[in-house]
């Protein structure tokens, strides 16, 4: 007995060892799982308040007449669209599940904006207008009447939003949705029954159907776009992913559509796109739920601006940013002879946790990014100073290129200044001596916007 006393008890030790192991695993797997069903419903729920904002607000745009004080209204509706779009993206759903939904949000949102900045210059709203207003209401209300069916199947219990990161996870596994996307696929179906929206604004379909300028031209193969995707983002964690091809992008910009996963399992992910022509990132969204803030927004710029640098996007200017959820969107444009050039855009999100970018976006970029000839200004920054009222307190003066909403561009003098209490951006064209746009300054508590 003594023989194998030593050896039993030492099996006995390490199967103890094991099982308080395989304990704490099971205990970190429930508590991490738990945190980011907690994650996914916040998301779930914000997405059905912002959309019954919009409908709201789209109902309202049907009475209004068109006069200034109406652009609250509109811009209202652009940033309530763009926070249904981001807790849309948060959701564990891939992007042919929701890929109608979220574009719906994008032009919503961009045409609302566009016409608070035309009715601010004076502009008078069309017949043609309201009709898309109308229709853009229609879609609120049915996106709205969908997601409260949503809801009350999560309510009573016949459907929880933990299903969809599994779902999420069969989806990657067979290509195709399974059963806890149904709704959300149901629901994108249901929207490209509505019509697409055409008007003379950014993301207007003419403007979509525009060649991509930034791109190079060597062909991309998939292999390429795996090893391409996993050593572009940014990833501070020893964690070990595998990059997977998991679809094709035939939009705008054509490419592959890209997945990073943990070896050893998990819910995070990391998305992206990388086009078929340049082997360029597009775009990469990473799912990790972010903590307590412990980096300022100074120092998430200047990292988001180290990440460019290092990823080849030389000579960035930061032109504004935005705080949301323990992020900080990071608009960059470049800067050549002096001259930001604001149709070639990039956008940057930091975590403020600790700091790591956790969002990419350089469509604007590889849209609009050209060799310019930049010409040198028929009218002086005096004279260019000289457009905007005298009253005006003027803060600074700098050479840009603007886009404007029917795709072109204008070499303008930015000149910000001061009345009233109230900060606008005038562009006086440094050709003409015309004025092309005036914007309003709106400073929040998470960042500046414009109008």
């Known amino acids: 007995m003594k023989k194998w006393g030593l050896p039993a008890l030492i099996g006995v030790l390490i199967l103890t060892a094991a099982g308080v192991w395989g304990f704490k695993e099971y205990r970190d797997r429930i508590l991490l799982e738990t945190y980011m069903n907690n994650r996914y419903q916040m998301s779930f729920y914000n997405l059905i308040s912002r959309v019954q904002s919009m409908e709201v607000l789209l109902a309202k745009t049907l009475a209004v007449s068109g006069q200034p004080d109406d652009t609250l209204i509109f811009s209202e509706i652009w940033l309530q669209s763009e926070g249904a ?13 929701v890929a109608r939904t979220a574009k719906f949000l994008t032009q919503a949102g961009d045409f609302a904006r566009v016409k608070a900045r035309e009715i601010n210059n004076g502009e008078i709203m069309s017949e043609e207008d309201y009709r898309t207003l109308n229709t853009l209401y229609r879609q ?47 629901i994108d179906r249901d929207m490209q029954g509505f019509p697409t929206l055409i008007y003379d604004g950014p993301f207007s379909d003419h403007l979509d159907r525009a060649q ?24 501070k964690e ?11 992008i035939r939009e705008k910009i054509p490419g592959y559509q890209v997945e990073l996963l943990p070896r050893r399992g998990g819910d995070r992910r990391i998305s992206g796109s990388v086009s078929e022509k340049g082997g360029h990132v597009v775009w990469y ?96 920054a005096d004279r260019a100073r000289s457009k905007v009222n005298p009253r005006m307190e003027v803060i600074s003066t700098r050479l840009v290129i603007i886009p404007t909403d029917s795709g072109q561009e204008r070499f303008s003098y930015e000149v910000t200044g001061r009345i009233n209490g109230e900060t606008f951006l005038v562009y006086v064209n440094a050709m003409t001596g015309k004025t092309d746009q005036v914007l309003k300054l709106i400073q929040t508590p998470n960042g500046t916007l414009t109008m």
């Open 85 to 97: 779009r981001e807790s849309l993206t948060q959701l564990p759903l891939t992007s042919n599940v």
């Open 140 to 186: 609120a209300e049915q996106l709205n009447k969908e997601l409260h069916t949503m809801e009350v199947k999560v309510a009573d219990g016949r459907l929880s939003v933990s299903e969809l990161a599994r779902a999420g996870r069969e989806e990657l596994k067979k290509g195709s949705p399974t059963a806890g996307a149904v709704d959300f696929q149901s």
């Open 212 to 235: 991509p300028a930034g791109l190079k031209d060597e062909p991309t193969g998939a292999d390429e776009a795996r090893n391409i995707l996993r050593l572009f983002v940014d990833i």
């Open 238 to 248: 020893d964690i070990d992913y595998r990059a997977q091809v998991t679809g094709r």
């Open 285 to 380: 969204l990473d799912s990790r739920a972010v903590g307590a803030p412990r980096v300022t927004v100074e120092q998430a710029i200047a990292r988001a601006k180290q990440f460019l640098d290092s990823r080849g996007y030389k000579n960035m200017v930061n032109i504004y940013h935005q705080v949301q959820n323990g992020f900080v969107i990071i608009n960059f444009a470049p800067e050549e002879k002096g001259v930001i050039l604001y149709p070639d855009q990039v956008k940057v999100n930091v975590a403020l946790d600790n700091g790591q970018v956790v969002g990419f976006d350089a469509r604007g970029y590889l849209m609009a990014h050209k060799q310019r000839d930049i010409p040198t200004p028929k009218i002086s």
